[in-house]
């Protein structure tokens, strides 16, 4: 069964950094490309970042671009998002996502508020 | 980027009712657009990829149609779990893009 767990989210000033990780289990990451989805609660859904399978190539939303860093680590079947300088803008829902169909993948979230 | 329009916003409708949603990508993406369905509290799930397969777990009352630029999904029959929102999404190319969304509601 593929399982995608988010963890890492919680409540942090603006300009501070959070490190987000996803934990798969089913399949494994090495072997396709994964990515991180966004949602401020109440509205639509925003594709933030990804990684190919080899995690030589990363692409980043223009939004957060010099501040999100994807990575993974394939020992560990753990996709991570670090976060620096924070704003206000990026508090959200944080999905990690297998876009690969048939099936694909969804956590279940995790919140990050950006607050003083 | 590719912009993806969807509509409508939103919709009113009765279970038994047939409904369609429709998404136009702003340039051709091939058949690479799915169709995703929230509830509130939850991550999205997967109804229709590639504009027009069923994933497994899927009603037949959900069917997805088109490609280049044009896309729609239908519900043939409301039920009342079907209650949620919508949202399309291309993986053609990086930005990957969503739709805005349609809640339909009763």
């Known amino acids: 069964e593929v399982q995608l767990v988010e963890s890492g989210g919680g409540l942090v000033q603006p300009g501070g950094s959070l490190r987000l990780s996803c934990t798969v289990s089913g399949f494994s990451i090495s072997g396709c490309w994964m990515h991180w989805v966004r949602q401020v609660p109440g509205k639509g859904l925003v594709w933030v970042s990804r990684?190919?399978?080899?995690?030589?190539?990363?692409t980043y939303a223009d939004s957060v671009k010099g501040r999100f860093t994807i990575s993974k680590d394939t020992a560990k079947n753990t996709l991570h998002l670090q976060m620096n300088s924070l704003r206000v803008e990026d508090t959200a829902v944080y999905y990690c996502v297998r876009f690969l169909y048939p099936g694909g993948g969804w956590g279940q979230g995790t919140l990050v508020t950006v607050s003083s | 980027d590719i912009q993806m329009t969807q509509s409508p916003s939103s919709l009113s409708a009765s279970v038994g009712d047939r409904i369609t949603i429709t998404c136009r990508a702003s340039q051709n993406i091939d058949s690479l657009l799915h169709w995703y369905q929230q509830k509130p509290g939850k991550a999205p799930q997967l109804l229709i990829y590639s504009a027009s397969s069923l994933q497994s777990w899927v009603p037949t009352r959900f069917s997805g149609s088109g490609s280049g630029t044009d896309f729609t999904l239908t519900i043939s029959s409301l039920q009342p779990e079907d209650f949620a929102t919508y949202y399309c999404v291309q993986t053609r190319d990086a930005p990957l893009t969503f739709g805005h969304g349609t809640k339909v509601e009763i």
């Open positions: 990684i190919s399978s080899d995690g030589r190539t990363t």
